[in-house]
């Protein structure tokens, strides 16, 4: 998804609203001269070594009338029978769920169209759904090794998403639980979600099992189309959104409480975004001033950004048995509030992916969440555990704040509020795991003590 570029735009920040309007605050200096010395043109500055326009696939609005953004792979019943036999032959070998891979699933009539689906997940829109299992035909742990095993020709490498070892996270707002959703993670309840992308992901990848009576639907929107907007429309807002002085809570309390970052950068190439509103500034539970406050300005960016996401979204239209494969690098999602029925728990199982050969360089400003899922400090985790289903007792977690995904530290002992992190997804209270989706959740509260 390698944008196509036009230079850079030679034009002024003279009709932008003027920043240092609100007491106390006021354009970063680097803006100011450049509005200064570009006084006579018109057209809005990007930020620097930003593109003045961005096109190409990933280049794609809800707004439009045009043919849609996904790219949905429908398996003909030749590749179904062929993943049913590179099922049997993976039994055959009584290896783990963590074994499965192309050298051990084997499904050589498949495997070109699902290198497409990589290819379109990196170039092309940044969405691909693979459409036609049916997981009722298998045993819930027969079916996460069919969806890890596919998952592992789009992504060779999957990310932690718990220092407990917690690969896959569930969620779902399981009827048997008693907890109040006020004291549960967002992922766990049937609220609405807003616009974030899983920090530290490169691939979002969820197998649908269940869907919700109504609502529920997971919207996603381009950070292209929403940059190009946004650079007509707000120009301001990037210009604050690709300043490195964002609070990123940290993800372990053995480093410092936060680390300023960009929510925006443009990187070798390709513009990424890295941003869950619940992971930016202080959580409720942080100790007064360990974390600073957003600014103004800041907050009024990411309303800003909110708002564009909103207007190019589109709906996902998905059905039980998909598996959903975004670029978490080049969009946002959010989900719309639901409710369940009788029979009917919306239940999304998601895996974090990243693919050694076509993914994106990560920028150093952006590698912090990265490092606690892929890099060196997910490398010092040694057991890997995959809980196949939900936990049928919801185990409160001490950080209830959060939206999408992010690995939190071990604060099992920890009463001080210090990892932010934690807010987002928690092992029964203790190590949390970033939420998937849409929005945060303590993933290993979900676990279930039956494991691949």
Request: aromatic share 6%; proline share 7%; glycine share 8%.
């Amino acid at each position: 998804m390698t944008a196509h570029t036009v230079p850079l735009a030679s034009a002024s920040l003279g009709n932008l609203p003027c920043l240092a309007c609100r007491q106390g605050q006021r354009l970063t200096a680097d803006i100011l001269a450049r509005q200064q010395s570009t006084q006579q043109s018109t057209m809005p500055q990007p930020p620097l070594g930003f593109p003045g326009f961005l096109d190409g696939p990933g280049n794609w609005s809800g707004s439009d009338s045009n043919e849609s953004p996904v790219s949905i792979f429908s398996l003909f019943e030749s590749e179904v029978t062929e993943i049913k036999a590179g099922w049997k032959g993976f039994c055959e070998l009584e290896l783990d769920g963590d074994e499965a891979t192309p050298a051990r699933f084997l499904l050589p009539g498949l495997r070109s169209r699902l290198e497409q689906c990589a290819l379109d997940v990196h170039y092309g829109s940044g969405i691909c759904i693979i459409r036609g299992l049916d997981h009722e035909n298998y045993s819930v742990e027969d079916s996460t090794i069919i969806f890890l095993a596919l998952a592992s020709y789009i992504g060779d490498q999957r990310g932690l998403q718990s220092l407990k070892g917690d690969m896959l996270s569930h969620v779902t707002e399981s009827k048997s639980w008693a907890v109040p959703r006020a004291r549960r993670h967002g992922i766990h309840t049937n609220a609405g979600l807003p616009f974030h992308n899983d920090m530290g992901c490169e691939i979002l990848c969820m197998q649908i099992r269940d869907q919700a009576d109504t609502g529920g639907h997971t919207c996603v929107a381009s950070i292209t189309a929403i940059y190009n907007d946004l650079l007509r429309s707000n120009p301001w807002a990037l210009h604050v959104l690709a300043e490195h002085n964002w609070p990123i809570q940290s993800s372990s309390k053995k480093d410092p409480p936060f680390v300023l970052s960009p929510l925006l950068e443009f990187h070798a190439g390709n513009l990424l975004v890295s941003m869950d509103p619940a992971r930016i500034g202080p959580h409720p539970l942080s100790r007064s001033g360990s974390i600073p406050s957003l600014t103004p300005e800041q907050q009024d960016a990411l309303a800003a950004l909110q708002k564009a996401a909103q207007k190019h979204q589109i709906q996902l239209q998905t059905q039980p048995g998909d598996i959903v494969f975004l670029n978490n690098l080049s969009l946002l999602h959010a989900r719309e509030s639901y409710s369940d029925g009788a029979t009917s728990s919306r239940h999304l199982v998601r895996l974090w992916l990243r693919n050694s050969e076509l993914g994106w360089p990560i920028p150093p400003s952006m590698k912090m969440p990265w490092d606690a899922a892929f890099g060196d400090r997910a490398m010092d985790v040694i057991d890997r555990y995959y809980p196949i289903v939900p936990m049928p007792e919801y185990m409160e977690c001490k950080y209830s704040n959060g939206t999408a995904a992010f690995v939190a530290g071990d604060d099992s002992d920890s009463d001080d509020g210090h990892d932010g992190h934690d807010d987002k997804d928690s092992n029964g209270g203790k190590a949390a795991v970033e939420t998937t989706e849409t929005n945060t959740g303590p993933q290993p509260d979900v676990a279930s003590t039956m494991q691949l």
